[in-house]
């Protein structure tokens, strides 16, 4: 049974994200959306992540990135490619590039997130940090030791109503001491996305183009 970690200091925070692209992201929205405007509320939900990002304190920024920087990237970032396989694989490889020292993973479908909810990963005396989701996966994973991704991560069944439980019994299996992150709604169909968008912070991009795309009628 592993006993608390020591804190460290901030961590190394990690997105991992796929291109804003048509046709390729978000394509259970569509419809009532079309690709086009279900990219564009992806790109709106990323820079929100990012932005999010870039205000909590940390050792290191990263985009895990599925394609090709665009202008919603802010400056601050590492960009690294994701690795090959399945969203399991390309997990626990992202985890691959951090340094010594903390490391937290975060999606880009969590556009309400806030940086008080990112407040104290690796300050804490803790082995893992896990965010679920509500659809039964999860929003969010760190680990003390990054190299511990690889042995936890491969494996679990992603895209389920139970990732995200398999996920966290892997962690308590390996006797890691866990803080648990409060639940988020991710985004993956309309309505989703509408209540998401009614929990974003004031100045939210994804709610206002969301609310950009309600006014011109579906």
């Known amino acids: ?24 992201v978000k394509t259970r929205l569509t419809p009532p959306y079309t690709p086009m405007e279900a990219a564009a509320i992806a790109e709106a939900a990323l820079a929100d992540t990012l932005h999010t990002v870039l205000k ?26 994701q690795g090959s396989g399945g969203l399991d694989e390309r997990i626990a490889s992202a985890f691959a590039h951090c340094d010594r020292g903390p490391a937290l993973l975060v999606g880009m479908d969590t ?9 104290g990963v690796g300050h804490d005396e803790y082995d893992a940090w896990f965010g679920p989701a509500a659809d039964g996966g999860f929003w969010a994973l760190g680990f003390a030791e990054p190299s511990r991704a690889e042995a936890l991560v491969p494996g679990v069944p992603m895209s389920t109503d139970h990732t995200g439980a398999v ?51 579906r």
Do not use: Y
Request: glycine share 8%.
């Open 1 to 24: 049974m592993s006993g608390p970690h020591p804190a460290t200091g901030p961590a190394t925070l990690l997105v991992i994200a796929k291109e804003p692209v048509p046709g390729r």
């Open 111 to 119: 556009p309400q997130l806030t940086a008080d909810l990112l407040m």
């Open 56 to 81: 909590t304190p940390a050792r290191r920024r990263v985009l895990v990135l599925d394609g090709a920087p665009g202008p919603w990237l802010p400056p601050g970032f590492d960009v690294l490619p």
């Open 167 to 217: 996920q966290r019994r892997r962690l308590a299996e390996a006797g890691l001491n866990v803080r648990d992150l409060p639940v988020l709604l991710d985004v993956d169909t309309a309505a989703d996305a509408v209540a998401v968008a009614a929990c974003c912070p004031v100045g939210s991009r994804f709610a206002t183009t969301l609310n950009s795309l309600a006014e011109v009628g």
